[in-house]
């Protein structure tokens, strides 16, 4: 059963949402039903799949326990940051291993949804380590990994923010207001996922520019270009307002994973409209843990130096975090250096300064930051390495 | 001049320092980030400065970027933290 898509989820999930609606209308927690929920929704989704429900069990304990060891070591006083290095890399380990096995087709303990279950568990270990999670119980740390609804493909959320959500309760009118929410991202989600998504995706018919490489074949391909964006764009903004519409019916608020991305002026921009959570999730447990560590210890001579080469670190490993293919290394070394270049630009040019409020200047900024989107959604795709191969090969 | 005002005179000079703009403590609730004057690499420079100059350490992820996005704020963290 895949969620989102299969009928049999939009009927279960129907019936599930009854008695969430009961408990939220009625003032009482939907947690603790909502945990039962979503164990048994996990359960459906790895029923096809009995190697990849092993691992997700695996790496489950392997995280609870890791998680258990180092708030223990932390909430002592001992915190020694060996054990938190260690608590880390079993938890990485995982998903490392699964996308080096994917290079050479084989399945090395990865399962649907390894990603984001890392990503939150990752998060709960870093902020026991920082000292801003002191208590976690065991009940909340589950819940927070195993909530069904963005558990296949995020958005990633953070779980002080989700266990304050899971304790709430409601008055009848707020419920109905959150519930109605929820049913609304549910279709529009669904329109977008299923029409929009599936129509854009009709436009994408990539090919080489061929020998007769003129006006007409470029146009061609950035025809495409700007198709596979779109219908990225649609598909997984699609998904995320259903992920974040079934999260309201059980009372969570999942944070917003898109804000008109291809509305930007500046790459920077772009990336706090564009899968948003995992773009902060990067900024904040990546870029800002590397530049901290970079300025105190005095690793380059300038601060631009370091807020570019943490951009490029930073952007890399998202695009290897998609495939260690060289699309994605490619796509992500690509942001990496245009938002080097951009900090570069906007922090030196004083043409910049001077115009960068001027109604012209935002529109040309617009134009521009549009079509390198686009480009990089090139890359994304393969449709570049279609285009240069065939350039190379000569058809 | 009392302990407090010599911190908050210290916090501003910080804060202007990695902003590069000296009239800062002119503005104490312009909000940093929207105007730009703060970004992500920025607010790590400030942490360490906090970190190293008043001994108090903000991890990345303690505070709110709303909670700690103009003078007055960084102000009130920084002092609610102050030893």
Redesign the interface.
């Known amino acids: 059963m895949d969620f989102y898509v299969s009928p049999s989820f939009w009927f279960l999930l129907i019936a599930a949402v009854v008695p969430a609606a009961i408990l939220g209308f009625t003032g009482r927690r939907i947690r603790y039903y909502g945990l039962v929920a979503s164990v048994a929704f996990l359960l459906l989704l790895f029923s096809v799949n009995m190697i990849g429900l092993l691992y997700f069990l695996v790496f489950l304990v392997l995280a609870a326990v890791v998680t258990a060891v180092v708030m223990r070591e932390w909430s002592r006083g001992q915190q020694r940051l060996w054990v938190y290095r260690l608590g880390l890399a079993v938890v990485l380990v995982p998903l490392a291993c699964s996308k080096v096995g994917a290079v050479f087709d084989e399945n090395i303990l990865g399962f649907i949804g390894i990603s984001y279950i890392t990503f939150k568990a990752i998060q709960v270990l ?2 026991i380590r ?3 999670i002191g208590r976690l119980t065991p009940f909340d740390y589950l819940y927070f990994l195993l909530f069904f609804a963005p558990f296949t493909s995020g958005p990633i959320d ?1 779980s002080r923010r989700f266990t304050d959500d899971a304790a709430r309760t409601f008055s009848r009118d707020e419920y109905a207001g959150l519930l109605s929410k929820g049913i609304v991202m549910l279709l529009t989600g669904a329109v977008y996922k299923t029409i929009l998504a599936s129509v854009v995706f009709a436009a994408y018919t990539p090919e080489t520019l061929g020998l007769g490489f003129g006006a007409r074949e470029v146009v061609a391909a950035v025809k495409d270009a700007y198709a596979y964006g779109l219908y990225l764009f649609f598909d997984f903004a699609g998904y995320s307002l259903m992920a974040i519409g079934a999260g309201c019916c059980f009372g969570i608020v999942t944070p917003a994973n898109f804000k008109a991305p291809f509305l930007s002026c500046d790459i ?1 921009e772009f990336w706090n409209r564009w899968h948003i959570t995992l773009s902060f999730w990067l ?3 990546v ?3 590397f ?2 560590f970079a ?2 210890r005095k690793l380059f001579g300038s ?1 631009q130096t ?2 570019c080469v ?1 951009y490029v670190f930073n952007m890399t490993l998202m695009g290897a975090w998609h495939g260690l293919t060289l699309d994605y290394l490619a796509y992500g070394l690509f942001h990496g250096l245009l938002l080097a270049a951009t ?1 570069i630009y906007q922090k030196r040019s004083g043409f910049h300064k001077r115009y960068k409020n001027a109604a012209w200047y935002r529109v040309a900024s617009w134009v521009v930051t549009l079509n390198l989107v686009m480009f990089g959604f090139a890359l994304f795709s393969g449709q570049a390495h279609l285009i240069t191969g065939g350039l190379l090969h000569g058809y | 001049m009392d302990t407090d005002t010599q911190l908050r005179q210290d916090i501003i000079a910080l804060i202007a320092e990695v902003t590069c703009e000296d009239d800062i403590s002119e503005e104490r609730d312009l909000d940093l980030f929207e105007s730009g004057l703060l ?3 920025a ?3 400030l ?2 400065g906090i970190e190293e100059r008043f001994g108090v350490d903000i ?4 505070v709110e970027r709303e909670e700690m996005n103009t003078v007055n704020r960084i102000i009130a963290q920084i002092e609610q933290r102050y030893l």
């Open positions: 870093i902020e920082d000292g801003i953070r920077k900024r904040d447990f870029f800002m843990r530049t901290r300025i105190k601060r370091v807020a943490g900090d | 970004d992500s690499l607010a790590i420079e942490l360490v991890a990345p992820t303690a």
